[in-house]
């Protein structure tokens, strides 16, 4: 499903509406064995941002494994897309565009010959072997998650991507023909034969990963089953990246839809029919691959092979960089706050803070002053947005909604709502509360003026919480400044105290 927009109902909205306006874009396109789609990103190198995405669903890979060749019906739909795809590029001015084959154009035999059309329209066509394609989702996956200790499992239509990473290695890689458009058919007989199924090209493949880690799943059908999970546990956001679930709970979910038969599937919000209709097959998958590797938990990436290839692309001191703080700092500075005034202030109300957290407190001060741009009336709930919604890399459900109370602290409010307790302990959301509240008690008194905050300074002792203020800017000490002093004392346990100081 697709919005008006040309956007897919499970990405979030782009960022800008002209390529041109970043002149680092780079145009990713992915010729899938369901769909050919074209993605643009632009923004930091580390965190890109999506600024154009569009699909074509040609189905390449329907097929082929019956006649082990490619449809002409499938052929003209994706010719076409890509010829609109090479006309839109050149019309926005983007250079640098990487496009590559995965399963369908590997397995059929004039596979050769299609990419020969396709490098007719002006591209230079790549295709993926098995193990290359499972690298590219593990490195996405790594991209999105630093540290990543686990299996990475990328379910496309015409293959299964398994990769083991460790720290920033990718290693043993497999490709198995178990994509979606498939599974169908594997199903045909009982449920424990196509389990033997599995377990037999999980062996051939000899895929020996060690039991208990965590599994990452990429790819539009497992975010799919994520939309459904996140439904039936009332989670608070609708961003499928970054949800986790347990093992049994995801083994529980799992049985129950693969016994639901496709025309009883109940719709989704931002899943497609066809995503709808083929659930219960992604289901009986992911129940099988959770018997057979015995994860001790999932966790749901939105980053896979495309963003693998960008981040592959990366220097060595780039790819070290926090995606999060990138991010948020070009993000900032995009809405109206540089990355060096979020710097001040996050210095000037460090004593307010608990220690530890340091990067997300800066993310929170740094969003904090850009909210300050928007219409007063707009503040807390485009805030909450951002925090909740908008999608972030390098950070959990825990993140978010430290970066939400954060955020509405800094409009005055402090009523979290209660489904945010699932995301982060009490005591968490009131560390980011009074994150917040310290940047409104900073606004508030120097108004962003560099000079009022050098002159000033808050200090935290065992009773009290104290303004210090040099005499030049003594009178910036008002009614509301108070005010905001009291508030942030009485969230933090101490009495408020101003002097002015030498």
């Known amino acids: 499903m697709e919005r008006h927009d040309g956007q897919p109902a499970d990405e979030p909205a782009k960022d800008a509406a002209d390529f041109r306006a970043n002149e680092r874009a780079r145009a990713i396109i992915d010729v899938g064995s369901n769909t050919v789609r074209l993605v643009v990103y632009g923004g930091p190198a580390r965190a890109p941002t999506v600024l154009h995405n569009e699909k074509v669903t040609a189905r390449l890979g329907r097929g082929v494994a019956e006649t082990g060749r490619l449809s002409r019906k499938a052929v003209a739909a994706a010719l076409a897309a890509l010829a609109r795809y090479r006309c839109l590029l050149d019309l926005q001015g983007v250079r640098e565009v990487d496009l590559v084959a995965t399963a369908a154009v590997r397995d059929a035999a004039d596979g050769p010959k299609f990419l020969e059309d396709v490098a007719r329209l002006g591209f230079v066509p790549r295709l993926l072997a098995g193990e290359e ?36 290695e990718c290693r043993h890689g497999v490709s198995l023909p178990l994509g979606t458009l498939r599974l169908a058919a594997l199903r045909a007989g009982t449920p424990k034969a196509f389990l033997d199924r599995v377990g037999a090209l999980l062996a051939e ?19 799919s089953f994520a939309r459904h999970a996140m439904q039936m546990v009332d989670w608070p956001s609708d961003d499928p990246h970054g949800f986790e679930l347990t093992a049994d709970k995801a083994r529980a979910l799992a049985r129950d839809l693969a016994a639901t038969p496709a025309e009883a599937m109940v719709p989704i919000p931002g899943v497609s029919a066809a995503r709808l209709a083929a659930l219960p097959d992604a289901a009986a998958l992911l129940g099988a691959l959770i018997r057979t590797m015995a994860p001790a938990r999932l966790v749901f990436s939105s980053w896979g092979l495309r963003e693998g290839l960008l981040f592959g692309s990366l220097d060595p001191a780039t790819r070290a960089q926090d995606p999060l703080s990138a991010a948020v700092a ?76 954060a955020l509405m602290a800094n409009t005055g409010r402090l009523d979290v709502p209660k489904a945010w307790r699932a995301f982060a302990p009490v005591a968490d959301l009131a560390t980011a509360q009074a994150w917040g509240l310290a940047v409104r008690l900073c606004r508030r008194f120097s108004g962003g003026a560099e000079t009022a905050l050098a002159g000033s300074r808050i200090a935290l002792d065992a009773e009290t919480l104290r303004l210090s203020v040099s005499q030049p800017y003594a009178a910036l000490v008002n009614e509301g400044v108070q005010r905001d002093l009291k508030a942030l004392a009485t969230l933090l346990g101490r009495k408020p105290a101003w002097d002015i100081a030498d």
Not at 138 to 145: K, N, R, S, Y
Not at 205 to 223: D, K
Not at 332 to 354: H, L, M, N, Y
Request: aromatic share 6%; proline share 5%; with cysteine.
């Open 330 to 405: 070009a993000f900032a500075d995009q809405e109206g706050c540089s990355p060096a005034v979020a710097r001040i202030v996050a210095k000037w109300t460090a004593p307010a803070a608990s220690p530890g957290d340091e990067r997300l407190r800066l993310a929170a001060t740094a969003l904090a002053l850009a909210s300050t741009y928007a219409e007063p009336n707009l503040r807390a709930d485009l805030a909450v947005g951002w925090a909740m919604r908008k999608r972030w890399i390098g950070i959990d459900s825990r993140g978010r909604a430290m970066l939400a109370a």
């Open 205 to 223: 493949a000899e895929w020996a990963a060690p039991h208990g880690p965590t599994l990452f799943l990429v790819g539009g059908s497992f975010r």
């Open 133 to 168: 394609e499972a690298l590219a989702s593990a490195m996405g996956v790594l991209g999105a998650f630093p540290g990543a200790h686990g299996v990475v499992a990328d379910l496309g239509g015409g293959s299964l991507e398994l990769v083991d990473i460790v720290g920033a």
